[in-house]
């Protein structure tokens, strides 16, 4: 995912879908300067992880 999509996903009013390695997260934070993402699976909010955007994969349906 690049960082300008990241942006626009984390600041939506709308819930988007975003998978990191095939599990549903949500964005905590875009980091620009890094190009990397805060992030925490749906199913543990207490796990925060820092991943590169290129990792992310927004989910169409």
């Known amino acids: 995912m690049n960082k300008e999509r990241a942006k626009e996903i984390f600041n939506s009013?709308?819930?988007i879908d975003v998978t990191h390695e095939d599990r549903p997260v949500y964005i905590e934070?875009?980091?620009e300067r890094s190009e990397t993402a805060?992030?925490?699976p749906l199913d543990q909010?207490?796990?925060i992880q820092e991943?590169?955007?290129y990792e992310l994969k927004e989910q169409q349906h």
Do not use: D
């Open 13 to 15: 009013p709308e819930t």
């Open 45 to 47: 909010p207490n796990i």
């Open 51 to 53: 991943v590169p955007l």
């Open 29 to 31: 934070e875009v980091i």
């Open 38 to 40: 805060k992030v925490h």
